[in-house]
């Protein structure tokens, strides 16, 4: 069937992107040359392009859209809401229905005593109220010098200075001068990688006891709380091994570190129940909010927040807030995916039947002779290149060139997956069907042997020695 658009042709399009649009986390230069990818439209877990091509997206957008593309009565509401009331603030002293009803609707979902919201209008700033509210926390209760928040290398928590900062990735805090003063930055539980001759049992527990020398280190008196994603998502989707989280747990409780959980990937379903917190067994005084909140149908982010930090933030002025704090409309959207979600058993067909079979599947790609290993939660897996499975081999080349060749053949093979250096990543809509599993292995498995192919021919299929 012909497509029918009504915009001007892509190279026109792709003049104007270079000419006045500036792209996060690319080279303007490089991608000018190149010319964007437009995308038009979206429906389910397919997009349409400037060209036509439709492409099975395996990343849910930027592993926000988990109740898939197309869902008019999101639009409905959105508009509704528009017509009643577009904006209106929550400070000093005001309120509005949707926030009202979606902090009631997160309390519910929330586990524990998880049981207030703060908003923001992103992840990124959500983790900047968290910096905030848990040093304001610690100065409440007369222990101001409790300040010290530790997070993870490779972690991904934002891009605002104190996003990035919590973050661990080297090549963002080299741009701004970051990390802001009293973030400390342990290592991560990323056994394929660094796990060397130990099992990931063994490495998992030394991984959470680095959280243990770190606070001995810098003094219990001194540590404020430690801060990190469930499965970390933009770092490789890495899984920790299964001891990990446990220790982790306990030191938090030895220690009264306040634990927060970044749950921006993890949250609304995507590790086969509401957060990653349930998934992996922890017990977080606050949960960090975005993404699978709106599906990304609206910019929304927050902060959930325990009863005890609540109480403490509650009985001073905190003098922290957005503009977008709680917008109406944005909390209007949020209110409905979470509908939609609930009501359409969309977490529990994830968690029962779509993702265990998107994790059988996902496993045999490990059979292929380019991919180390294959590792899944829920609606998150992630793969391994490598030139030598047995060693666990790193390529000779730089890190992410082999990753790049297996993108862009995913890309010309119709299927977002991403690569972070040589792992290639998936975060599919939640609503994925079998059938759409089925070609989204088959086109994964395609791409491999294509990259796989050219590598040899390249000469890139060797290890690092
Ligand atoms: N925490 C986590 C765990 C995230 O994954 C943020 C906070 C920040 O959220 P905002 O809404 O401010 O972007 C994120 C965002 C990638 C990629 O390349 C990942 C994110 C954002 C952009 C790109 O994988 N995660």
Redesign the pocket.
């Known amino acids: 069937m012909p497509q029918i658009t009504n915009h001007m042709p892509t190279a026109e399009l792709q003049a104007l992107d270079a000419a006045y649009h500036m792209h996060?986390?690319s080279t303007g230069d490089q991608l000018a040359q190149k010319g964007a990818r437009v995308i038009t439209r979206a429906n389910g877990v397919t997009l349409t392009d400037s060209d036509g091509n439709q492409i099975l997206d395996a990343m849910a957008g930027?592993?926000c859209v988990n109740i898939g593309y197309g869902r008019e009565e999101l639009a409905e509401v959105a508009a509704r809401q528009m017509r009643e009331l577009p904006y209106y603030n929550t400070f000093f002293q005001t309120t509005h229905v949707p926030a009202i009803a979606l902090s009631r609707r997160l309390a519910e979902l929330a586990p524990g005593d998880l049981n207030h919201v703060f908003y923001a209008g992103?992840?990124?700033?959500?983790?900047d109220t968290n910096i905030r509210m848990v040093r304001t926390y610690w100065a409440q209760k007369g222990k101001p010098e409790k300040h010290i928040i530790i997070s993870r290398k490779n972690?991904?928590?934002?891009?605002?200075m104190g996003?990035a900062s919590l973050?661990g990735m080297t090549p963002m805090h080299e741009q701004g001068g970051l990390p802001i003063p009293g973030i400390h930055h342990i290592d991560q539980p990323h056994w394929w990688a660094e796990g060397g001759d130990m099992s990931p049992e063994e490495f998992g527990l030394q991984r959470a006891q680095a959280l243990e020398k770190a606070i001995l280190e810098l003094g219990e008196d001194k540590v404020a709380a430690f801060i990190a994603?469930p499965v970390?998502?933009?770092g490789g989707v890495i899984v920790p091994p299964e001891t990990y989280w446990p220790e982790i747990q306990r030191i938090c409780d030895k220690y009264e570190i306040l634990l927060i959980a970044?749950?921006?990937?993890?949250g609304f379903g995507r590790t086969g129940q509401w957060f990653g917190s349930q998934t992996m067994g922890i017990r977080p005084h606050i949960m960090?909010i975005?993404?699978g909140l709106s599906s990304g149908y609206a910019?929304i982010?927050g902060s959930i927040v325990c009863d005890e930090v609540a109480e403490v933030i509650n009985a001073c002025e905190f003098n922290h807030g957005y503009t977008y704090s709680g917008h109406p409309v944005a909390a209007a959207v949020a209110l409905e995916n979470l509908r939609i979600l609930d009501e359409e058993k969309i977490v529990e067909t994830c968690g029962a039947e779509t993702a265990p079979y998107l994790k059988q599947k996902w496993e045999t790609l490990a059979d292929h002779p380019l991919v180390g290993e294959a590792r899944i939660v829920g609606m998150m897996g992630s793969i391994a290149l490598t030139p030598d499975k047995a060693s666990r081999a790193k390529f000779a080349a730089d890190p992410g060139t082999v990753g790049f060749v297996c993108r862009e053949r995913c890309f010309a093979n119709n299927l977002v997956m991403?690569h972070?250096g040589d792992r290639m990543?998936i975060s599919p809509p939640l609503v994925i069907s079998k059938d759409e599993i089925d070609i989204l292995i088959e086109r994964a498995w395609k791409s491999l042997d294509e990259c796989h192919a050219k590598i040899k021919e390249d000469g890139l299929m060797v290890a690092a020695s």
């Open positions: 996060p986390f930027l592993w992103s992840g990124s700033e959500a983790n972690a991904y928590h934002g891009s605002t996003g973050g994603e970390q998502g933009a970044d749950e921006v990937i993890c960090t975005a993404k910019p982010g991403r972070v990543i």
